[in-house]
């Protein structure tokens, strides 16, 4: 079982960077792809990016155009997210999730093992 913990979220203006952050428990993080999501008020949750095992494959959502970027730390057990230019619409209760299939990157959020409580961004306009 993993335990998943996610940091780093909080309110910043249109145009700011915030990084996330998402400790494991446990010794076998580097048997995980992780991915990150986001859920907002009344939309469905959506991914975010996701990573491979071994860190050498990402994902990317549609909306995400090269202003974020995921990576992980298997000698920490953690992974992060790295958010730029963010804009009012990423507002959303962010959540990281770990898969242990046989995937190179899971996307489909139901195909996840464990969840996070979940770190909130707010943007601000």
């Known amino acids: 079982q993993v335990q998943l913990v996610e940091s780093g979220g909080g309110l910043v203006q249109a145009g700011g960077s915030l990084r996330l952050s998402c400790a494991a428990s446990?010794?076998?993080?580097?048997?995980?792809?992780m991915g990150w999501f986001r859920q907002a008020p009344g939309k469905e949750r959506e991914i975010v990016a996701g990573i491979s095992k071994s860190g050498g494959a990402t994902y990317y959502g549609p909306f995400v155009k090269g202003r974020f970027t995921i990576s992980r730390d298997n000698a920490n057990n953690t992974v992060y997210l790295q958010m730029d230019s963010l804009k009012p619409e990423d507002t959303a209760l962010y959540y990281c999730a770990a898969d242990r299939s046989l995937a190179l990157v899971t996307t489909d959020p139901h195909l996840y093992d464990y969840w996070g409580q979940g770190t909130q961004v707010t943007v601000s306009s």
């Open positions: 446990g010794r076998t993080f580097n048997m995980y792809n």
